[in-house]
C-alpha cells in the first residue's frame, strides 16, 4: 500500500483494535499472536478503505506475517518468516491469502538499517531446527512398546529416565539459561527498566509470576526433545510441529522465611488441580512434555513437583464439566490422590493434554526447576479440525498409542479376536 508503518506492542495495539477495527489480531488467542504489531501511518491521499496492519501470528510450523486492512474479516497477503530469520529481512515470498496466488512483494524499508530492537533479536524468529540425532543421543533411543503404550492409555503419562535418554549435560545447559531468565526477570524488576530482549520473553498471554515464564523456544530448551521425537512421532502417529516456544516453570519455596518447612507435606484434597487450556477443551495441542532440571531435596514431602491424577484424562464427566468448574460455575469434582512425580535433572514426563495436574507445594529449602513444551502433530498446520474428535475420544490425535494398544491386547489374549 506503499505506506510507512510504525512498530506497537500487541497489548498497546490490542487496546485501540476495537474501535479502529482492527479485529483480526484481537480473535487470534494470546498463545498464536507475536509480540510487535506494525500499523500503516495515517494517509487520506492514498484510496484506501481500511488502515492497513501488519500482524504476526503462530500457525505451527512457523511465525506469518499478515497484511491486514482495518474492518476486513480476513487478512490479504501472508509471508512465513524463514527458519532463524528477522522480520523484515528474513521474509519468504509474500501469498495472496484472498486467491491463493504467490506474488513477489517488497518490504521497503524507510531506514537504511535496521532498528535496535531488530538487530538485538527481539523479532522472533522461525522455529529452530532440531540436531536429528543429537550427539548426546544414545544409539538406543526410547520406543513405544507395548507396556508403554498401555500404561500411557490407563494412566495418561509417561516417564522416561535421563540415564536412558542421554540428557545430563543438556540438562545443565537448560537450568543455567533458565538462571539467566531468572537473574533477568529480577533485576529489571529492581531496576524499573523493561526486560533485556536477549532471554527472548514472550510478553502476550496470562501472567502467573515466575510459575509459568513463557520464552522462545531456543536450542538450549529444544534440544532436551531430540531422544523422544521418534517416540511422540510414533504416539502422534506423524513428526510434531517444532515448538515456537516453551514454560519456563519455577516452583518457589511456600510462605515465609520463619516458618517451619521440614517434614511438611502438600496439605491439599483432590479437588485442587487443572486442566491446560483455561477453560477450553479441546485445548490445542496433544502432549505436555515435562523435563525436570533439578532433583527433589532429601527428605522433602513436596518440593514443588509436577502432580498428576492417572487416568483423569479418561473422564469423560470431568471433561464435560470442567469449563463450567474453570468458571466457578460448578463446584469442582474431588478427583482423589494424585501422584506426586519423583524426577531427577534429566528425566522426562509425556502426558496427555487432557491430564488433570498441579504443581505440589514447595516446603523445600530450595526452588524446583521444569520446562515444559506443549506438542501438535503436523496434521494441525492444514487442518483446523484436527483435534475435533476430542474429547469424545482421548486418544483420537494419539493413533500410534491407540494402534500399539490394540496389538497389546491382541498378544495377550489373542482368543478374544479369534474366529
Known amino acids: 500500500f506503499n505506506r510507512v508503518y510504525v512498530r506497537q506492542t500487541t497489548s498497546s495495539f490490542l487496546v485501540a483494535a476495537p474501535r479502529e477495527g482492527l479485529d483480526l489480531v484481537t480473535r487470534c488467542g494470546a498463545e498464536r499472536r507475536g509480540p510487535w504489531v506494525y500499523v500503516a501511518v495515517a494517509d487520506p491521499t492514498d484510496g484506501c478503505e481500511g488502515r492497513p496492519y501488519l500482524w504476526l501470528q503462530s500457525l505451527g510450523k512457523g511465525w506469518q506475517w499478515k497484511l491486514a486492512v482495518s474492518g476486513e474479516q480476513k487478512s490479504r497477503y501472508g509471508s512465513w518468516l524463514r527458519r532463524s530469520g528477522e522480520f523484515p529481512r528474513g521474509l519468504g515470498p509474500w501469498q495472496s491469502l484472498e486467491c491463493r496466488t504467490r506474488s513477489q512483494l517488497e518490504v ?130 506423524e513428526e510434531p510441529c517444532t515448538p515456537l516456544c516453551c514454560q519456563l516453570a519455577y516452583a518457589m519455596p511456600e510462605g515465609l522465611a520463619g516458618d517451619d518447612f521440614e517434614g511438611r507435606a502438600d496439605s491439599r484434597d483432590g479437588t485442587s488441580y487443572h486442566i491446560d487450556g483455561r477453560g477450553r477443551i479441546p485445548n490445542e495441542f496433544a502432549l505436555l512434555v515435562g523435563v525436570a532440571l533439578s532433583p527433589p531435596p532429601a527428605g522433602s514431602l513436596s518440593w514443588g513437583a509436577l502432580t498428576v491424577f492417572p487416568g483423569s484424562h479418561r473422564n469423560s464427566e470431568l471433561q464435560r464439566a470442567y469449563p463450567s468448574q474453570f468458571a466457578g460455575v460448578e463446584v469442582a469434582a474431588d478427583l482423589g490422590a494424585p501422584v506426586h512425580l519423583e524426577l531427577e535433572p534429566g528425566d522426562m514426563v509425556i502426558a496427555h493434554s487432557l491430564l488433570a495436574h498441579r504443581r505440589a507445594e514447595n516446603w523445600s529449602a530450595v526452588p524446583r526447576y521444569q520446562v515444559y513444551f506443549r506438542l501438535r502433530p503436523s496434521r494441525a498446520e492444514r487442518d483446523q479440525k484436527w483435534n475435533s474428535g476430542l474429547p469424545a475420544d482421548p486418544f483420537a490425535v494419539l493413533p500410534g498409542v491407540s494402534r500399539a494398544r490394540t496389538q497389546f491386547r491382541l498378544e495377550a489374549d489373542p482368543s478374544e479376536h479369534a474366529e
Not at 536429528?132 to 529416565?161: C, N, Q, T
Not at 540415564?163 to 540438562?171: E, H, I, P, V
Not at 538450549?220 to 523422544?228: A, H, M, S
Open 108 to 237: 521497503r524499508l524507510v531506514q537504511g538499517k535496521l532498528g535496535e530492537a531488530e538487530q538485538s533479536g527481539s523479532q522472533p524468529r522461525g522455529p529452530v531446527a532440531l540436531r536429528m540425532p543429537h550427539p548426546e543421543d544414545p544409539v538406543d533411543l526410547p520406543k513405544l512398546g507395548l507396556a508403554e503404550a498401555a500404561s500411557f492409555w490407563e494412566d495418561g503419562y509417561l516417564i522416561l529416565r535421563a540415564g536412558t535418554l542421554g540428557t545430563q549435560r543438556r540438562t545443565q545447559k537448560a537450568l543455567r539459561a533458565m538462571n539467566i531468565v531468572l537473574g533477568e526477570l529480577a533485576s529489571s524488576n529492581l531496576e524499573r527498566r523493561p526486560v533485556a530482549q536477549h532471554v527472548h520473553l514472550l510478553e502476550e498471554g496470562d501472567r502467573e509470576g515466575v510459575q509459568s515464564v513463557r520464552v522462545r523456544a531456543s536450542e538450549e530448551y529444544l534440544n532436551l526433545l531430540c531422544p523422544v521425537w521418534p517416540l511422540l512421532t510414533r504416539m502422534l502417529g
